[in-house]
């Protein structure tokens, strides 16, 4: 079993800053990749940004410039570092890893609520 634990979300004003963090554990063998995803009530799950073992990094258009993710391969951990957040970045967020002939695994998401 892999298990993901999420942390850092919360209540923050617009244009302020929130880092979310994520540890994989358990029986882990190799991840590809880390990242998260957001879902809205209502609307679909979305990729928010992801990394991969190399370091290469992809972002949702909507947060480009103002998310950052990173990754600590040793540690199995991966962190979103969020700033200038807008009301419309309200959701809950989910981490995942995407481990090598396993599969995915998915955290338990985190609210993250930006008030205007």
């Given at each position: 079993?892999?298990?993901?634990?999420?942390?850092?979300?919360?209540?923050?004003?617009?244009?302020?800053?929130?880092?979310?963090?994520?540890?994989?554990?358990?029986?882990?063998?190799?991840?590809n990749?880390?990242?998260?995803?957001?879902?809205?009530?209502?609307?679909?799950?979305?990729?928010?940004a992801?990394?991969?073992?190399?370091?290469?990094?992809?972002?949702?258009?909507?947060?480009?410039?103002?998310?950052t993710?990173?990754?600590?391969?040793?540690?199995?951990?991966?962190?979103?570092?969020?700033?200038?957040?807008?009301?419309?970045?309200?959701?809950?967020?989910?981490?995942?890893?995407?481990?090598?002939?396993?599969?995915?695994?998915?955290?338990?998401?985190?609210q993250?609520?930006?008030?205007?």
């Amino acid at each position: 079993q892999v298990q993901l634990v999420e942390s850092g979300g919360g209540l923050v004003q617009a244009g302020g800053s929130l880092r979310l963090s994520c540890a994989a554990s358990g029986s882990i063998s190799s991840i590809n990749a880390m990242g998260w995803y957001r879902q809205v009530l209502g609307k679909q799950r979305e990729l928010v940004a992801a990394i991969a073992n190399g370091g290469n990094t992809n972002y949702a258009d909507s947060v480009k410039g103002r998310f950052t993710i990173s990754r600590d391969n040793a540690k199995n951990t991966v962190a979103l570092q969020m700033t200038s957040l807008k009301p419309e970045d309200t959701a809950v967020y989910y981490c995942y890893a995407r481990l090598d002939r396993v599969g995915t695994y998915w955290g338990q998401g985190t609210q993250v609520t930006v008030s205007s």
